[in-house]
Each structure stands twice: as C-alpha cells, then as structure tokens.
C-alpha cells in the first residue's frame, strides 16, 4: 500500500518537533485532548491553509495511532488527492471502506478518483454502493450518467440523470446532458424537453440552441410536414441555425436509423423533390420505403463514397465503432495453412475502399490488388502505398476478367451493398486459385435470404451464405460478431473465411 504509516517510536520522536512547529498542536496537547484527535484537528486546520504536505504528515500519524477510524482515513484521502496523489488517495478511501462500508459519500470519493484513473469497472461499482446507500445522493446520479454517457451506454445513462432531476438538482450541465442522452437514444420529444430548460439556463450557448432546435425539427416532423419542421426548427435555432439541406440530410439518418419509417419517408420525399437528379436521394429513398431490389445501384455506390471519402475512415472507426477488418484479419491468420506461415502469392482486397484493410493485408502476401468503384475512395487507398494495383471498376465485372489470379479475396463490409449474391459468389470461385481463401462480412437477418435495411445496407440470413458458397467452398471459419453501431445500438453481424475447393 502506498501509504507508509508511523510506527510508534517514530511517532514518539517526531512528535515533540511537531509541537514546536505546530504551536496550536502543543496547545490541544496541553488540554489533555487524545494525540490522534489533536493530530488530526491540527492537520484539518492546515489543510484548510493550503500546507497540504504538513497536514498529511499529521493525518498519517493520527490513523496510525487509530487505523481503524475510517473518518482519518477520509481525511487523509482528502489532503492526498488535493496534492495530485490519487493512487494514495484512493488506497485510503478504500481501508476507510474496508472499516465501514456504509458511507455514501466515500463510494463517491472512491468512485470519482476511479474514474478520473479511467478504471470505469471500478467507478461505476462505487457510484452504485454509494446510491444504494443514498438514492437522492445527486452527484453520484450525476457522475453514472456521465460515466455511461462516456461508455455509450446512453439509455443506462437517461435512468440515472433522470433520477438525478427527481432529486430536484436542475443544473444546467445536467439537463444538456440528459436531452443529449435521450436524443442519443431516438427520444426526441424526451431530448426537447430537457433542452429546453437546459436552454433556459444557459440562453447564451448556440451549441446547446442547435440542438434544441434540431430535436424540435425532428418532433416536429414526425408528426406534421418537413415545411412545419423546418418553421419550428428556425423558431428555436434563429441565427444559430445550419443550412436546411445539412438539417434534412441529418434529420433523415436519424429517424431512418432509430426506425421512425414514415418521418423518415417523408423528409427522403422532400429531399428528392429538391434534388430530383441526385442517385443518392432516390436510393434512400427506396431504401427505406423497403423496395425490393437486387443490389445497391452502382450511381448511389459511387455518389455516396465519392461523398464521403475524404471523412470515411474517422466516421466508421472513431463514430461507429467498425473494426471488421481486424477482425478478418485475425480469423484469416487463425486459419490452418496460414497459422502455419503460409503466404498469398496474390490478395484482393474488394471494394477495398479507402484501404482500411492494406496495412493488415500486405504483410501477408506478395502482391496486393484493391478494386472499387468510387474513385475518391481510390484516391485515399492510394495514399497508403500499400497496393501493387487499383482499380476502378464493378466488383463482379472485375472479377470475371481475372480468373485463376488470386490466393486470398478479402471482402469487408462489401456484400452489405449487394442482395442477390449468386453472381459474386460464382466469379469469387472463378478468380481464386484452388485453395485459395475467401473472407468477407455481412449484417444478418432472419426474415428472409437477404432484405433491404432502411440504411440502405442489404442483411443475409447466414444460410443463404451457406447455399451460395457449399458447391465451391468448404467452411473454414465462422464468427458472429458486431458490424458497426447504428443509431447507437450494435449492428448484428458474421464473419467467414471459405476454401476453394
């Protein structure tokens, strides 16, 4: 334990210079107070005048005369953590807990120095000691939902801020808190409301307008029309507010993703009528009115990553959480053959896109090929310099022209943008060699073989994977696992490594 406690020699010797450098400590002394208590009261006295280093010398000397006074060891977490020693701090709150467990506001202390560590296992145990012994403790609501806030856990979050509001605390910081919450969840009448006062309070903070504004639009527009919304949106955001065509194109992601279909379909409506040549809008459109339809049409493929290119990669990875390629990757090397050292004379990354998968993919072969069919996602895979080759093209057009030519194809989150897969699967078997390896990802429905998400993604029942694939392929690996987060909720997936036969 950090904390090294006198011993009672030490104790003896020091405290004769303590009383000479203390003159209020020999004055307790004097009045026959016990040498722990006029120990302690000296060091609180210092505390307070900002000689922190004095006063934990005293308070160290005070519990270990008493060790088993969890108030001392409070304290002495106090000074320690007010001196920038958190580690020391947070190993005496917890030998003041180990004497009394039922000390609310120490669970509080333990869980806040925890969280300050990023030991959130530990912060959020804490927070809960501490409400189950004070359920109207208002900074422990508040330091929960802060906590869940921070781990994306935001409906989990909305039940302790909301518990905090019952309490009767009305801050600011936690009303903005609570509706960015609720409208993290799709509560957009929830969001409004919580806004709203935090508004109230803080009428200066254009942020925090924008977002009243935008949860506004959207309760607005899931009741009457996209005109009405956009009418209450500028009665709320003034001259805060965005351009009304970044307020439709967000609006749209969000009611489609937290399932608000027939909003949703009427701002892809109003979006359309406005860009009537946009491959985009009539996509999406299409999408989430829930058309059937084969694959994603190859105008919307290139417009939407044409779009989207140069902020790809920090959107899918730092926002929602997409790491498919390494988990690819890891399954590929767990492979018999390649677990081995086996090495892939030829790999193709397919719809390589910016080239998240090249730095994982290069070290495992010679030569590496990556094809897509948007040029601006070609231009960002170029500045890695990982690729021997890239291609502009149709996946299954480019497949066909090179048969027999590859060891590994690997293809993440491409089959997303694909329903009908029989002619993938057959040129994916066609282009590889015997033996030769094939990893991709899907998102996973049990409705049918395949169907149309509101996203605009396609989902595949696994087996219809399996009966695409059993002729060509033997099943290598397979691994369910999350895709993405969509509207803040994990997005079901699988992963499979096949072998030519």
Not at 364 to 379: F, H
Request: aromatic share 8%; net charge negative; with cysteine.
């Amino acid at each position: 334990m950090p904390v090294r406690l006198f011993t009672s020699p030490e104790i003896d010797r020091n405290l004769p210079l303590w009383q000479r450098a203390f003159p209020r400590l020999a004055h307790r002394l004097g009045q026959s107070e016990r040498p722990a208590t006029a120990l302690r009261q000296t060091a609180l006295a210092l505390w307070r005048e900002g000689r922190l280093s004095e006063a934990a010398s005293l308070l160290t000397a005070a519990v270990s005369l008493e060790p088993n006074d969890a108030a001392i060891w409070n304290e002495l977490g106090g000074v320690s953590q007010a001196s920038g020693q958190s580690a020391v701090a947070e190993d005496c709150i917890k030998a003041s807990l180990d004497i009394d467990r039922e000390q609310p506001q120490a669970w509080l202390f333990l869980a806040t120095l925890a969280t300050d560590a990023q030991r959130y296992d530990v912060a959020e145990e804490a927070f809960l000691n501490a409400l189950a012994l004070a359920p109207d403790l208002a900074e422990a609501s508040l330091g929960l939902g802060i906590l869940y806030f921070q781990q994306r856990r935001f409906g989990e979050a909305v039940t302790w801020l909301r518990a905090m509001r019952q309490s009767g605390d009305s801050a600011a910081s936690a009303q903005a808190l609570l509706g960015q919450a609720l409208f993290l969840t799709g509560d957009f009448v929830g969001a409004g409301a919580a806004l709203a006062e935090a508004t109230r309070l803080l009428p200066d903070e254009a942020a925090l307008r924008q977002k009243l504004a935008m949860s506004r639009f959207l309760e607005t527009v899931m009741a009457a029309s996209v005109d009405e919304a956009m009418a209450a949106y500028r009665d709320v955001a003034g001259a805060a507010g965005e351009d009304p065509a970044v307020i439709v194109e967000k609006a749209f992601h969000l009611l489609s993703g937290f399932g608000q279909r027939e909003a949703a379909i009427r701002v892809a409506q109003f979006r359309l009528a406005h860009q009537p040549d946009d491959p985009m809008q009539r996509y999406l459109l299409a999408a989430v009115k829930g058309e059937k339809m084969p694959q994603a049409p190859a105008d919307y493929l290139r417009a939407y990553f044409d779009r989207f290119a140069d902020n790809f990669d920090k959107q899918l990875v730092e926002v929602l959480d997409y790491h498919v390629p390494a988990a690819l990757h890891a399954l590929i090397i767990q492979t018999d053959g390649v677990q081995a050292g086996r090495r892939f004379r030829h790999i193709l990354d397919l719809g390589c896109g910016t080239g998240l998968a090249a730095p994982l993919l290069a070290p495992l072969g010679d030569r590496l090929t990556g094809v897509d069919i948007s040029s601006g996602m070609l231009a960002r895979a170029a500045e890695r310099g990982l690729y021997g080759n890239l291609v502009e093209a149709d996946v299954v057009d480019y497949l066909a022209t090179a048969p027999g030519t590859f060891d590994l194809i690997l293809a993440a989150d491409l089959l997303i943008y694909i329903g009908d897969l029989e002619a993938l699967t057959v040129e994916v078997a066609a282009a590889l060699r015997p033996g030769g390896l094939f990893a991709f990802s899907i998102e996973t429905t049990d409705e049918s073989d395949y169907h149309l998400l509101p996203s605009g993604r396609f989902a595949h029942r696994p087996g219809y994977i399996e009966r695409m694939t059993v002729r060509d392929f033997i099943l290598c690996q397979a691994q369910i696992t999350r895709i993405r987060l969509e509207a803040n909720k994990p997005v079901p997936g699988m992963l499979f490594v096949l072998q030519r036969r």
